[in-house]
């Protein structure tokens, strides 16, 4: 795009400061400018001036699960409806890795964290192994999708490139990209992070389906023959990954969508909580609970809103298709974004100064028909690696992997 049609374009959204280093620099670095400013997203920016109102969440009901019990009683029934689903090639698994992992504050892609003491355990070999569990049980390749975002793309995919993909076929994994949004500043100024470039990060989770969308992959899965996709997070190493148990049971329950969950340990758990929302499946975080229905029990002493969401989801992909239609919240955050001033200072913050949008995965379940809560058992399929040290972190999750028997 040319200079003046951007400018102009960018003055309608008030957003023409981006292009305030132009007439200063280089004519390649102008190009890259301009390339960088015209790739914007700036629907991102128009919507900060909804911030501020809150999502208003409607009227919120418990939502039953599968329970262990359930599961149990079924096992054989279910496990060969996975299984063959599997076989006929009707599943793949979405790797979502499009995160900063800052909590975690370690360089390069979360997936590559050595979680090993002895020997390498690396995050995305363990995840690996976990599917190829499944591959095996079944006697068939699933096909794995792994979502990167642009600051860990080329990181990522070399890193799997050099270990071989942890021994699985180069032919069954697939790469994309998730789609940026722009960091705004408090008065909603797009900010630069360089003089050539604004500042972006991943737009969330959420923005899973319409990357892999515009990447050609939906119409791919489709002539593949595949209409149920797992979705999973890149931190959690227990978590089972096309589980024919749970993908039976979603598929003979005819659920839209299945969501692995494991039982709250007490009312107070900082969790996400799937539900039901005016009728519609939701996941509800733990602030958006009254005390009194954090508390509420049904009759045999469970909690009524007992199900922790562990970002493990299969998604009938006909449904997924119809609720993608539909517009999704957006989320803010508020972030330390490092950024060029006006006189072209890089400013590094030390408190937050910025604004992030983000889509949230289970926003989704609100335009799906029905969902299917599927209990797990947390010691056996829970363990996220978020932080170093602490609750959900390297040291639980080592310690949980000991627990099952993993060598580290
Ligand atoms: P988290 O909410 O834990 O975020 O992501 P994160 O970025 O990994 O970590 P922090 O909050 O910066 O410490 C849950 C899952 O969603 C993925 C993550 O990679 C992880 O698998 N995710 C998150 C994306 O794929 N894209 C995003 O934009 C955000």
């Known amino acids: ?11 309608v959204h008030g957003q023409e400061h981006l292009l305030h280093f132009y007439e200063e620099l280089p004519e390649e670095e102008q190009k890259k400018l301009l390339e960088n400013v015209s790739r914007l997203d700036l629907s991102y920016a128009e919507a900060f001036a909804g911030k501020g109102e809150e999502i208003q969440r409607g009227t919120i009901e418990p939502l039953k699960a599968m329970t262990l019990a359930e599961e149990e009683a079924h096992a054989k029934e279910y496990r060969e ?21 800052t909590r975690l504050g370690t360089d390069g892609p979360k997936g590559c964290f050595d979680l090993g003491i002895t020997r390498p355990v690396y995050i995305f070999q363990r995840l690996i192994e976990n599917l ?14 792994i979502m990167t975002g642009e600051p860990n793309d080329r990181a990522t995919r070399s890193f799997l490139k050099e270990h071989d993909f942890f021994g699985y076929p180069e032919e069954y994994v697939h790469f994309f990209v998730q789609d940026t949004a722009p960091a705004v ?6 900010l630069l992070e360089s003089k050539t470039a604004p500042a972006v990060s991943p737009n969330g989770n959420g923005g899973w389906y319409s990357s892999l969308k515009k990447a050609g992959f939906a119409e791919f899965l489709k002539k593949q023959g595949v209409d149920y996709l797992n979705t999973f997070a890149v931190d959690n190493v227990l978590q089972r990954i096309c589980d024919p148990l749970f993908l039976g049971a979603v598929i003979l329950k005819d659920a839209a969508v299945g969501a692995k969950v494991t039982a709250k340990t007490g009312p107070d758990e900082k969790v996400g909580v799937v539900c039901l ?10 602030t958006e609970l009254s ?29 997924l ?13 508020h972030k330390k974004v ?13 408190e937050p100064n910025a604004w992030k949008f983000e889509y949230f995965i289970f926003d989704i379940f609100k335009g799906m028909k029905s969902c299917l809560p599927f209990e797990v058992v947390r010691e056996k399929e829970f363990a996220p690696v978020k932080n170093p040290t602490g609750v959900d972190s390297v040291e639980s999750a080592r310690e949980l992997l000991k627990l099952n028997g993993y060598q580290l």
């Open 291 to 319: 005390e009194e229905m954090r508390n509420a029990r049904d009759a045999d002493g469970r909690l009524l809103y007992n199900w922790g969401y562990i970002n493990n989801c299969l998604f009938r992909m006909e449904d």
């Open 1 to 11: 795009m040319k200079y003046e049609e951007l400018f102009n374009e960018l003055k």
């Open 277 to 286: 929302e005016d009728g519609h499946p939701a996941v509800v975080e733990y």
């Open 185 to 190: 500043d408090e008065n909603g100024k797009i």
């Open 81 to 101: 409806a996975g299984i063959r689903a599997l076989r006929e090639g009707r599943a793949a698994a979405v790797l979502l890795a499009g995160g900063m992992g």
């Open 132 to 145: 190829q569990d499944s591959v095996k049980e079944a006697g068939a390749y699933v096909h794995l999708l």
């Open 321 to 333: 298709e119809r609720a993608s239609k539909g517009s999704m919240p957006l989320h803010f955050a």
């Open 338 to 350: 490092p950024y060029v001033d006006a006189e072209g200072q890089r400013v590094t913050p030390s």
